[in-house]
């Protein structure tokens, strides 16, 4: 078993493959492979925080997959170099996962100067998977200087990614007024910037009609910071343009946060987030491997479903298992 000194050599001088065995190392659901990954990111932490964090979320077939390509793409020919957390779906039924992001950004993967790792979500809430926090730190140990999640889509809970990042991009196409209907208003409150793709062709007019109504709906929003108006942009992923408007807003946000003080704020209370978010796992874990519980779980869960046993009472009495044994 390769030590933490060789994950970590590794992973700081960018070999991707090394990358790629210790993002596969903290995913893993064994308790020593979780302990080690635990070691390795303190050991690591040091050299995070350098990377613009960006989500992409949006509405299915809103074109997610060809947005990040053309965007990465460009990034790179900027000089920039690019990590894509993309977090497929998962099977509620057998736990697998699609996987196809790859194969949806075939120049990406080609190019040197970016990295994706497509990993199944697991049916975790909020769009991304168990370790995406992890592993965009891992990205950023690596030297990569922009880290894109790419979140399943556009749902109720589709806001976990709000959490982990600097800067949250709603992705949509036309038809704003229809769509509006099947979009939470908690992810327009979200949203850093809202961006209309599929800007081209006969689309061009819709596109632009779509970006003043969603213009005039933020406008009569609370905005969460004085500091950032979001902007409504438009672009086509296909032409790429527009692209370097979706990018020029990025820097402004970062910018102006950066001088305020408010992204390093905003980044230590997304941390707090995350310890209350480990917690609340362990806990759960824990719930799940005592002795006591565990014998006893199987005969609740069936006098609940049975209807003999309220589920209030169901969980006060398994809750009160782990300090009485």
């Known amino acids: 078993m390769e030590s933490l000194t060789f994950y970590k050599d590794g992973i700081l001088s960018g070999d991707r493959r090394i990358l790629a065995k210790a993002i596969t190392l903290i995913e893993s659901r064994l308790a020593d492979h979780r302990e080690r990954g635990r070691l390795l990111l303190e050991e690591l932490l040091p050299h995070t925080g350098r990377a613009v964090r960006l989500g992409i979320t949006g509405v299915p077939g809103v074109g997610k997959s060809t947005f990040i390509e053309s965007f990465g793409m460009q990034l790179i020919d900027m000089g920039y170099k690019l990590a894509v957390l993309a977090v497929d779906p998962s099977s509620r039924r057998s736990g697998g996962?699609?996987?196809?992001d790859k194969t949806r950004m075939e120049q990406l993967c080609k190019a040197e100067q970016a990295f994706i790792r497509p990993s199944p979500s697991g049916g975790t809430l909020g769009g991304v998977a168990r370790m995406t926090r992890e592993t965009l730190l891992l990205c950023e140990a690596a030297g990569f200087q922009v880290v894109i999640v790419e979140t399943v889509g556009v749902g109720q809970n589709e806001t976990a990614v709000a959490g982990m990042v600097d800067f949250f991009l709603l992705l949509m196409?036309?038809?704003?007024?229809?769509?509006?209907?099947?979009?939470?208003?908690?992810i327009l409150e979200l949203a850093d910037a809202v961006v209309i793709n599929k800007a081209d062709g006969d689309n061009l007019i819709k596109a632009e009609n779509a970006r003043k109504e969603l213009a005039s709906v933020l406008h009569l929003m609370q905005p969460s910071t004085l500091t950032?108006?979001?902007?409504?942009l438009t672009c086509s992923a296909l032409t790429r343009s527009g692209l370097k408007g979706v990018w020029q807003a990025v820097q402004d946000y970062h910018r102006r946060m950066t001088a305020s003080g408010e992204l390093e704020a905003k980044r230590r209370n997304q941390a707090l987030e995350w310890m209350w978010s480990l917690v609340e796992e362990g806990l759960k874990d824990?719930?799940?491997?005592?002795?006591?519980?565990?014998?006893?779980?199987?005969?609740?869960?069936?006098r609940v479903r049975q209807g003999d046993l309220g589920p209030a009472t169901a969980a006060r009495e398994l809750l009160f298992l782990l300090d009485n044994p």
């Open 97 to 100: 996962s699609i996987l196809a």
């Open 228 to 232: 950032w108006t979001v902007p409504v």
């Open 286 to 302: 824990r719930f799940h491997r005592h002795p006591a519980i565990r014998s006893r779980l199987d005969r609740t869960v069936a």
């Open 173 to 186: 196409i036309t038809g704003a007024g229809d769509d509006l209907q099947g979009i939470k208003k908690g």
